[in-house]
């Protein structure tokens, strides 16, 4: 009696087992389940990649537009180089303008001889990116792009780009640089707060 039972009780399991096994109710929620936390990451992924391209463009625009701006000029002040900032800041929204350091500098060379350049003068934005005193040595990456006696305006642009969603997991920021070169269209060289025309030596 009691191996009957048994038998009858083996036969059931297997035949509950065998059902389980061709039940395929509820796989796709699993499946489901297991792509959202990967679908989501890439969603997340590719907007914050899309929104550091978008920042690093304006980075870009802005270091361009600033020189271009100021190569205009024979003369310049530093009143005007503060509205050319503002014009700055509208370039960068919507995004956070107090992130963003430039710097402007008119960089001369040496009569005769090209590649010794050096610093005319220097404007700094919410901090610049670097501080520059008249005089000092300017290294440009190719001396092709300044004339003997002449300057070149070099707009430095630094931004400290924080993510806006994994801002939770990546809490460092990362800096986005660009820098632009632009010789001065009206004259050799853009004299700055009416002070004497450069001379490099």
């Given at each position: 009696?009691?191996?009957?039972?048994?038998?009858?009780?083996?036969?059931?399991?297997?035949?509950?087992l065998g059902y389980l096994q061709r039940d395929e109710r509820g796989i796709a929620a699993i499946e489901f389940a297991m792509i959202v936390?990967?679908?989501?990451?890439?969603?997340?992924?590719?907007?914050?990649?899309?929104?550091?391209?978008?920042?690093?463009?304006?980075?870009?625009?802005?270091?361009?537009?600033t020189a271009d701006?100021?190569?205009?000029?024979?003369?310049?002040?530093?009143?005007?180089?503060?509205?050319?900032?503002?014009i700055a800041k509208v370039l960068?929204?919507?995004y956070d303008t107090t992130k963003m350091k430039i710097t402007l500098v008119s960089v001369g060379a040496k009569a005769g001889n090209n590649s010794i350049t050096k610093v005319c003068w220097a404007y700094n934005f919410q901090g610049g990116t670097h501080t520059y005193a008249k005089g000092d040595v300017y290294s440009?990456?190719?001396?092709?792009?300044?004339?003997a006696g002449g300057s070149v305006m070099v707009a430095e642009v630094e931004y400290d780009y924080t993510p806006l969603i994994f801002n939770y997991f990546i809490t460092t920021s990362t800096k986005l640089t660009d820098k632009f070169f632009l010789k001065p269209r009206v004259s050799s060289m853009i004299q700055y707060n009416a002070e004497p025309i450069c001379t490099v030596t």
């Open positions: 009696m009691q191996n009957l039972s048994f038998g009858r009780m083996k036969s059931t399991m297997r035949a509950l936390p990967i679908m989501f990451f890439l969603f997340v992924g590719s907007v914050e990649f899309s929104q550091a391209i978008t920042v690093d463009r304006r980075v870009t625009q802005i270091a361009s537009s701006l100021v190569a205009r000029e024979k003369t310049i002040t530093t009143a005007q180089l503060d509205n050319i900032m503002t960068m929204r919507p440009l990456p190719t001396k092709d792009i300044i004339d």
